[in-house]
């Protein structure tokens, strides 16, 4: 990919966008240079969460070709400052400018001015996707602001430093989405293909559930990911237990669940990638499996949770 | 009890529990195509934790050789990360010595597969995949019938896929279907064309029944004619001997051209469930009728490529080519006529072109509209409004049309607008093969040819044959879009487009 930069002016981000097409056009002569535009995604960062949300916007256009608008909250900032770049792919004999990516940083304080600055540059007939890949504000008025002009709005609760994100719920006329949900579905798989091999009673004998994290936060927003599905799905009791170990981790570390002689444990072989699952059965024992984690960067968790269609996690 | 969790095992299209047997598991399409495809599978989470692969083939070897002979397969032809879903999968393949002809071996089979079943959890769903020459076919299968191996339950199933050729002419087909369906029912043959695995292949449903605006238009009234071409830049690379029993139109235009045709022409169907869409596709070829014998000539063109510089270097003519005869009457260039009796296009021709050493390897479908009934800019030679619907490369649909161009005088030029897979959705398609098996295993058959396909499609073929029995393949140059014939074929006032 090559980049084109344009000047941008905050007080014509419309007529920036035009200009930085109008210069990839020319610094492209000669080649077909079209337009890929499938996603509008607006990314609201801090001084914590930006490089390596840059860093996931990088690979983004590989699976979701979009207009990126990251906001960056920083207490530096002091005014707003914009930046603009077109990232431009070959394509065959002809060029595609995959990404249009517009840069705000604005001081936390500055934030009430930023939805009349995206409203407009939002790309029309394309789905909005709003990416709050930072802390939880204490209002979550600011989530809202944003969230109202966006079709889905996604979090990370593995960047959360506190754990009550559910009140997440409360905003907004959609749910957000937190990608942790995708980070247990090859836990939530192995543990419905173990449920294929006895009959689960609903009343008798009773589900009980241990889920060991670590104290990476990731670990335990994925813990509570399962932890909320298992109360959901099966009534269980589910303990959360934090073992030894923070090591970054965006998984459970370990998950055990007994129902009556039925006893199942899924085991994280961080190593290996790998879910390790044991199913002791009453009459036999089943050959331990073993199942790819979720190997997904989170440029991938982010680039998937766009595609899903219903909304999970939070909800 | 019904499974509390059961909607994770339906989210995201996840094949059930189920072990996998490959007959002619020492051979070539085990190691490139199906075991590197279950390695994606694995690899991207779509194969379930109880799930194992038993090999079945005459050699002698161990779990483990074979394992590390699959390896290397899946270093050398899996695509990025299946080697780690191969580390995964690894333990739960296992290979089963026996020759096809021998009864005891499909016992021993059935008593091996009861223990990974126990062992692994696979819940006793099997899948049977005949990756052998089809002259193995019928022992295999008779076997199969012979062992209890082709009997499913309510609460598990068996499943054979068969790779093509379905046969060698209608006769022969409806022989391996006989036998097949002394086996099998219907409902558990998978008869696998990799071509109906390919994306935009499948797109082809989804751009005709998921938008509005092109249905209206899908008809004779207003589509002059469809070209369908399915063109091959290299020649035989060393098939020569397999291709002389075959020819182009067996090859490719019995099964890969007149699939996606079927696809193109079919009536919406009332659902997506597999038989809808096969009854809907099966009644267009009832629609094609048989030619007589004195039909052929003016409806069809035959070629045969002969020797010419392509690149810059001099390659052979196809009668030079190792393993072919020299007095062969094989065609390596195929293109057909054919006339859908129906509401919606009668009147509209189909044409099927497919060739070997033309200049570009393509495959893609082109929808030639009519010019517009009154001619309102006089001095412009307007040109028809083409859809193009490209399989391969570059996949994707643009369509043609014109423009006034800038200035003070009326000119109306053609301009295309242009959608591409790989622009929208940078995102890699998934192997054809994975789509399949991973379809096989959800008892999902829209994308695999049913009997009465085949046996339509053959019906079709074999009058075509008969009428070639007179004649031989015209000469065309290596490299150059066949033989001149094929552009009279298309009629007045028609062209083939250029790829």
């Keep these: 990919m090559t980049t084109v930069h344009a000047t941008a002016d905050i007080a014509d981000l419309p ?23 499938t996603l509008n995604l607006v990314v609201v960062t801090d001084e914590r969460s930006e490089a390596a949300t840059a860093a996931m916007l990088e690979a983004l256009p590989d699976r979701h070709p979009c207009r990126a608008i990251q906001i960056s909250l920083e207490e530096s900032a002091g005014i707003l400052e914009v930046d603009l770049v077109g990232r431009i792919r070959a394509h065959g004999q002809g060029r595609v400018m995959a990404m249009e990516r517009l840069h705000l940083r604005a001081d936390p304080e500055q934030f009430a001015k930023l939805p009349n600055l995206v409203r407009p540059i939002l790309v029309n007939d394309i789905p909005t996707c709003l990416f709050w890949a930072t802390e939880l504000p204490h209002s979550l008025g600011r989530i809202a602001a944003l969230a109202s002009m966006a079709d889905r709005t996604i979090v990370d609760s593995a960047l959360f430093t506190g754990d009550d994100w559910r009140s997440l719920r409360q905003i907004a006329h959609h749910a957000p989405f937190d990608l942790a949900w995708l980070r247990v579905a090859p836990w939530r798989r192995v543990l419905a293909e173990a449920f294929e091999h006895f009959a689960w009673e609903p009343e008798e004998p009773p589900t009980s559930v241990r889920i060991e994290h670590s104290a990476a936060m990731g670990s335990l927003g994925a813990a509570r990911c399962l932890e909320h599905w298992l109360v959901q799905k099966l009534g269980a009791d589910v303990r959360l237990a934090r073992v030894a170990g923070d090591a970054p981790c965006t998984e459970p570390v370990r998950l055990e669940l007994r129902h009556g002689p039925v006893h199942i444990v899924i085991q994280h072989l961080t190593e290996q990638a790998l879910l390790r699952t044991d199913v002791t059965l009453e009459s036999h024992c089943l050959l331990p499996a073993h199942t790819p984690t979720s190997r997904g960067s989170r440029a991938e968790l982010l680039a998937a949770a766009v595609d899903m269609r219903a909304t999970l996690g939070l909800s | 009890m019904v499974n509390p969790l059961a909607e994770e095992l339906q989210r995201g299209r996840r094949a059930a529990p189920c072990s996998l047997v490959i007959f002619g598991a020492t051979g070539d399409l085990t190691h490139r195509k199906l075991v590197p495809a279950l390695a994606g599978l694995k690899r991207d989470g779509l194969l379930p934790a109880g799930f194992a692969v038993v090999g079945f083939a005459r050699r002698e070897k161990t779990d483990e050789q074979f394992r590390e002979e699959l ?5 050398e032809h899996g695509r990025t990360g299946a080697g780690e879903g191969f580390d995964a999968l690894r333990e739960s393949i296992f290979y089963h010595r026996s020759s096809f002809e021998d009864g005891d071996g499909y016992a021993a089979l059935g008593r091996r597969l009861e223990a990974v079943e126990r062992e692994l959890g696979t819940t006793g769903n099997r ?16 076997n199969l019938r012979d062992a209890g191996l ?34 099998f029912a219907e409902d558990q043959v998978y008869r696998i064309d990799h071509y109906l695995g390919k994306e935009t292949v499948q797109n082809i449903l989804a751009m005709r029944f998921a938008n509005g605006i092109f249905e209206p238009l899908w008809n004779g009234n207003f589509i002059d004619h469809v070209q369908i071409t399915v063109a091959e830049s290299i020649g035989v690379e060393g098939r020569g001997a397999y291709f002389e029993e075959a020819g182009v139109l067996r090859d490719m235009i019995q099964n890969h051209l007149l699939q996606v045709l079927t ?28 030619f007589a014998p004195h039909e052929v000539a003016e409806n069809t063109v035959r070629g045969r490529y002969t020797k010419d510089f392509v690149g810059g270097v001099e390659v052979p003519g196809y009668l030079d080519e ?26 509209t021709p189909f044409f099927l072109r497919s060739g070997k050493r033309l200049p570009r390897r393509v495959s893609e479908i082109a929808i030639h509209f009519k010019r517009p009934p009154h001619h309102l800019f006089a001095n412009n030679d307007l040109s028809p409004n083409i859809l193009l619907l490209r399989i391969q490369p570059d996949e994707g649909i643009s369509l043609r049309f014109g423009s006034k161009v800038p200035g003070p005088d009326v000119n109306i030029r053609d301009v295309r607008m242009d959608f591409r897979y790989g622009s929208a959705f940078g995102r890699e398609s998934a192997d054809a093969y994975e789509r399949l098996l991973l379809d096989a295993m959800l008892g999902d058959s829209t994308l695999f040819a049913r009997r009465d396909e085949v046996e339509e ?40 487009r250029r790829p």
């Design chain 2, 322 to 347: 190792p393993g072919v005869s020299s007095d062969s009457n094989t065609e390596t260039y195929a293109a057909v006529r054919l006339e859908i009796h129906n509401w919606r296009w009668g009147g």
């Design chain 2, 457 to 496: 499609a053959w019906r079709i073929v074999d009058s075509i044959h008969a009428g070639w029995r007179d004649f031989h393949p015209r000469g065309y140059g290596a490299g150059t879009w066949g033989p001149e014939q094929a552009d009279r074929l298309l009629g007045a006032g028609r062209v083939w």
């Design chain 2, 127 to 142: 899948m049977l995949y005949l990756a052998t020459p089809p002259s193995a076919y019928s022992g295999i299968l008779a």
């Design chain 2, 263 to 290: 696809l193109v022409a079919m009536e919406p169907p009332v659902s997506l469930a597999s038989n809808h869409v096969r009854d809907e596709k099966v009644k267009v070829l009832h629609a094609i009728r048989s």
């Design chain 2, 71 to 75: 390896a290397a397969g899946v270093a």
């Design chain 1, 15 to 37: 007529g920036s966008l035009r200009r930085l097409w109008r210069d990839a056009a020319a610094a492209e002569q000669g080649c077909n240079l079209s337009r890929a535009l």
């Design chain 2, 150 to 183: 082709s009997q499913e339950s309510s609460d598990r199933f068996a499943r054979v896929v068969v790779e093509k050729p379905f046969g060698h002419d209608l006769e022969s087909a409806r022989a391996l279907n006989a036998q097949v369906g002394a086996a």
